[in-house]
């Protein structure tokens, strides 16, 4: 009877917990679904926790994958050495104290366009020895061995200096510091693209602007001790968010209640069919804008001939064919190119991309008639340890520890060498990437000695394409945004498989979209 009781008593417990814990889950849920109303998490889920898969490997997870510690990695993976006590802590002090042993952690879910007012909060549980802790968001591919904000497309905020970090590892002075105790707030308005930050519940002020989608919440850690806490919604905020979000839907429904409208009936379908209309003609779909007219009786106000030219060009852009965009614009809009010099340099440097992603007639091929990537047909034969002599894992050897800078990219030619071909160099490096172009240069020697030429002729046109399109900037305002833009481009030369590496975002046919906006609001003035 005894041991029936105890039996009770445990089954008891047991469902007692069970539905304790089906209770915290149901009240995150009732959370995230007041704060989020519009999210259908079957099509974009929230992010709840960090992502055990998507992390640096000095990076440990645990209390449900809410609580992130640093655990280093010198001696592999989690694992201090087995020292006296003055050597561990002489490594311990050593250890962190170089970019190198950064490591971060994104959550498991992008942050949902349909939030409108994204926010997570971050406990700072233990700053550590030093408090290099970076708070911030990063797009998916992102390096995991940096702090949050020091690569393209992150972001981040760090408490050891208060400093913000937008794509470069150049910090900019935004708030106060953070340590032990802190809570920080990370908020994301997604009308707007910009981001704040908050610290014990105080807004700190817009930190970004201009923020690309798809973000993922990311905290980055460096020397040992630091812990941090997430809260992504499954308790309450110590920043008022709530409140914030009332006041945004406010501001958008005033917005959309002082519109200005027609009073009329009549008026209301004529300001619809002019908006529908305009929408089509603007976007070159011709044979709809021709059909809207004549059920509507709203007229055209372009040429139908024009529309087609613009659809003609548009058409090649979103194909990838920019050379053959670019000699089509210059017969139907003479002289269009020649005034507009950065709408120029955005297509060439589109056509860049393009010659590497096989689009471009210029430097692609085609096998079967599927294009093709010259750099495919350019990695050496494996070696004996499943790498090629000048690639590891497919990335020209560097030294990716050093962060970016403003002058990543070296506008200074690189050094010639003794063999015949050093004058096809020429095209500048990417610095932290050293041989970028030299790697494929390198190469042409062995094409020269081939039966088939075609792959060393498209490398050529591609370097020498490369440095036209150098030259061409160097004509322009220089700014970090046409540095960076060189700097990507660049880089996919370093990489035997472009579309896997870090910058291949660039050769996704979603990318032509914005040039062949561009172009087309150019064209119609």
């Not at 008891?12 to 539905?19: A, F, L, P, V, Y």
Request: proline share 6%.
């Amino acid at each position: 009877m005894k041991l029936r009781k105890l039996e009770m008593a445990a089954m008891g417990s047991g469902r007692g917990m069970m539905d304790s814990q089906n209770q915290v889950q149901s009240d995150t849920v009732d959370r995230l679904k007041l704060l989020y109303p519009n999210v259908n998490e079957e099509e974009t889920p929230l992010p709840r926790s960090w992502s055990t898969k998507d992390k640096f490997s000095y990076i440990g997870l645990s209390q449900n994958n809410l609580r992130v510690h640093y655990k280093g990695g010198t001696q592999g993976p989690g694992r201090r050495p087995h020292l006296p006590y003055l050597h561990l802590r002489l490594w311990m002090y050593r250890h962190g104290k170089t970019h190198k042993d950064a490591a971060s952690v994104r959550a498991t879910h992008p942050i949902p366009a349909a939030c409108g007012l994204y926010y997570f909060e971050v406990r700072i549980v233990s700053k550590g020895r030093d408090g290099y802790m970076g708070i911030g968001l990063s797009a998916h591919g992102v390096n995991m061995n940096r702090l949050p904000g020091w690569d393209k497309h992150s972001y981040g905020y760090h408490g050891d200096d208060g400093h913000s970090f937008c794509s470069s590892g150049t910090g900019q002075p935004y708030g106060p510091t953070f340590t032990t105790g802190d809570v920080i707030g990370c908020g994301v308005n997604l009308v707007d693209n910009t981001c704040f930050y908050t610290k014990n519940g105080h807004h700190l002020g817009i930190a970004f602007r201009g923020l690309p989608p798809n973000l993922y919440p990311t905290v980055g850690l460096q020397t040992p001790g630091e812990v941090v806490d997430a809260n992504f919604g499954q308790q309450p905020f110590v920043f008022d968010i709530e409140d914030m979000l009332r006041e945004l839907r406010a501001r958008t429904r005033r917005a959309i209640d002082e519109f200005p409208l027609p009073e009329e009936q009549g008026q209301w379908q004529q300001a619809l069919h002019r908006m529908v209309s305009t929408y089509l003609v603007h976007h070159g779909y011709c044979s709809t804008a021709q059909a809207f007219s004549r059920a509507t009786g709203q007229p055209i106000d372009e040429d139908i001939a024009s529309i087609k030219n613009r659809q003609r060009v548009s058409k090649l852009v979103v194909s990838g064919r920019i050379g053959e965009a670019i000699d089509t614009t210059r017969a139907l809009y003479p002289g269009l190119l020649e005034r507009d010099h950065d709408l120029l340099f955005l297509l060439k440097y589109r056509q860049f991309v393009e010659m590497v992603n096989g689009s471009d007639q210029e430097g692609g091929e085609k096998a079967n008639g599927v294009a093709t990537s010259v750099i495919s047909h350019t990695s050496r034969a494996p070696s004996a340890n499943g790498h090629s002599d000048k690639h590891t894992n497919g990335v020209a050897e560097a030294d990716s520890s050093r962060p970016p800078s403003e002058d990543d990219v070296d506008m200074s030619p690189p050094p010639a060498t003794n063999g015949e071909h050093a004058g096809e160099e020429a095209l500048p490096l990417v610095k932290g990437m050293p041989g970028v172009t030299a790697s494929l240069a390198a190469l042409l020697p062995d094409f020269r000695a081939e039966a088939e030429g075609g792959s060393r002729a498209s490398v050529e046109r591609m370097l020498a394409f490369g440095r036209e399109l150098y030259a061409m900037s160097q004509k322009l305002q220089q700014d970090q945004f046409v540095k960076s833009m060189l700097e990507d481009a660049f880089s996919l030369l370093a990489y035997s498989n472009p579309w896997d590496s870090p910058v291949g975002w660039q050769l996704e046919p979603v990318r032509r979209e914005a040039v062949c906006e561009a172009l087309n609001s150019a064209i119609l003035g």
